[in-house]
């Protein structure tokens, strides 16, 4: 494969998903991941069902990274989860404002991930590595693309390590955004965030709802497919496998595979990326 993987999965709402994804994930270790990080709910609703996920995935002897959303927290109140996480083993955060709850306003004592990562790094210096979000293709709640950028810039300046991206279908939007960060001073790894295609009615939901644009061709042809899984599977595999292909030959840092808690169409993809090695 040639470059460093990493998983994403969300925390399972029942005992039967918790086997499930149990079992993903042991089909997936065997890509040799960096790490695997879990999402966390708006609201603290999850972060029991966060901090689980993490436990057992330290626990299978992987490196776990746990969401850390700031909306609505307090400092104490953050200052202890920073505590939980290190006693658990986490050396990784992935550090991100989260979604506001409908008809919540921006109370709280962090507005802005950026907040966040400043005061992970001034209570606990450098005993975490931290992810933040990047948009290629701009944040939905954005004012402006510069107003988006700018926020990314400021994130990376208070002290992040590296950005793993929302998903896109569009190689340029990526490399556009790495080049303008970079002439901004934001210099840090950005690892595409890669999302398998294996419906269509999913991906489309999803998309409208956070801001990633699927190109008219994808849309087009995704649609004429119907209800016919089977090609909409093919399709995605190859539109995926071409794209990650791209990113890797232009020089992405590594790969960071939504996986939605499943793992056909990921292992499918590392096994072609495999196989499409130059031979030397």
């Not at 330290?58 to 746990?66: F, M, N, P, Q, T």
């Not at 962090?110 to 933040?132: C, K, N, P």
């Not at 002439?183 to 690892?191: E, K, N």
């Amino acid at each position: 494969m040639g470059l460093p993987l990493s998983f994403e999965f969300f925390p399972p709402k029942t005992p039967e998903g918790a086997e499930k994804l149990r079992v993903v994930r042991q089909k997936l270790y065997a890509l040799k991941p960096e790490f695997c990080s879990v999402t966390y709910g708006a609201g603290g609703s999850t972060q029991k069902g966060t901090f689980d996920t993490v436990q057992a995935i330290l626990a299978e002897g992987v490196d776990a990274a746990s969401h850390f959303s700031c909306i609505g927290a307090t400092k104490a109140g953050v200052r202890e989860q920073l505590a939980t996480l290190k006693a658990m083993g986490v050396r990784r955060l992935v550090a991100l404002r989260g979604d506001l709850p409908s008809g919540y306003g921006l109370g709280g004592e962090f507005q802005h991930a950026s907040d966040l990562v400043t005061f992970i790094r001034e209570e606990t210096g450098r005993d975490f590595h931290i992810e933040v979000a990047a948009y290629p293709e701009i944040h939905p709640q954005a004012k402006s693309p510069e107003a988006d950028l700018q926020a990314y810039v400021t994130k990376v300046k208070a002290g992040a390590d590296s950005a793993i991206t929302q998903y896109f279908y569009s190689a340029d939007a990526y490399f556009r955004f790495v080049d303008e960060a970079r002439r901004h001073g934001a210099d840090v790894p950005v690892v595409p965030g890669i999302m398998p295609i294996t419906s269509s009615s999913q991906l489309l939901r999803f998309s409208d709802a956070c801001g990633a644009e699927i190109p008219r061709w994808i849309r087009l042809r995704l649609q004429a497919f119907g209800d016919d899984t089977e090609s909409i599977k093919a399709f995605g595999l190859d539109v995926v496998t071409d794209l990650c292909d791209r990113l890797r030959s232009a020089g992405a840092p590594a790969l960071h595979f939504y996986t939605m808690n499943q793992s056909v169409a990921t292992l499918e993809i590392a096994r072609r990326l495999a196989g499409q090695l130059p031979h030397h």
